[in-house]
């Protein structure tokens, strides 16, 4: 079946640095949708942006990902990370009925 | 816009008693979902169906049922609480195929 895998299961930075969290997946679709959810403390997850193109960079807030089908990746991605980006953040796979998520990695922004 | 809510927000239950849990989306999705998330950890899917009256089986199943009568509801029940399941319950959507998933805000689960 769909998986979704999300090696790092805590990422810790420095405000400023860049951030690179991981996404790859296994689907039976040719074309699949992916997506990377942010969930904030108390709060429930919300999309924070997704692609089904084939080697086209996505944005939202500073935030971005491209959909690599030939190394079924899609890595989150941002030049500098800051302090309210502490959260937990999901990949997530959806090709046919149902959505797959992975298993989530938490980021840690420190001053 | 749609919404989803869930009810109750919170939710205390005794050792061995079964509660349900509830969830309506006004958004008109096909797919529904429950999720459990315990703190500070990830999503675990428990059941989810992708149309009225559908019921599929997640990796979390095991002690629970679930009920989706309308396209709009779809019910949670814990066959018999244990402590070791306290943890917040959300219930989410999505248009069936290659969109947006939708979150309520949860309900907390406490066991005593």
């Known amino acids: 079946g769909d998986s979704v895998t999300q090696t790092e299961g805590l990422v810790t930075l420095t405000e400023g640095l860049p951030v690179m969290l991981n996404c790859t997946y296994q689907t039976i679709y040719s074309n699949p949708f992916l997506f990377w959810y942010v969930q904030h403390l108390n709060e429930s997850p919300r999309l924070l942006l997704k692609?089904?193109?084939?080697?086209k960079r996505t944005e939202h807030q500073g935030f971005h990902a491209t959909l690599h089908k030939s190394s079924s990746s899609f890595h989150l991605q941002k030049s500098s990370a800051q302090l309210s980006d502490s959260a937990l953040y999901y990949c997530?796979?959806?090709?046919?009925?149902?959505?797959?998520f992975g298993s989530g990695t938490r980021l840690l922004v420190s001053p | 816009g749609g919404i989803i809510t869930q009810t109750p927000k919170f939710l205390i239950g005794q050792e061995g008693q079964k509660l349900t849990l509830k969830c309506q989306q006004n958004?008109?999705?096909?797919?529904m979902y429950w999720y459990r998330q315990d703190s500070g950890k990830g999503l675990r899917l428990i059941y989810y169906s992708i149309t009225e009256n559908d019921l599929q089986k997640g990796d979390l199943s095991e002690g629970y049922d679930a009920s989706r009568e309308k396209k709009s509801s779809f019910s949670l029940t814990v066959t018999s609480a244990q402590k070791n399941e306290m943890a917040v319950f959300l219930c989410?959507?999505?248009?069936?195929?290659?969109?947006?998933?939708?979150f309520g805000k949860g309900t907390r689960l406490t066991v005593v």
């Open positions: 989410a959507s999505s248009r069936t195929g290659d969109t947006e998933v939708f």
């Open positions: 997530a796979l959806s090709g046919g009925y149902k959505v797959v």
């Open positions: 692609s089904f193109t084939d080697n």
């Open positions: 958004f008109n999705h096909d797919t």
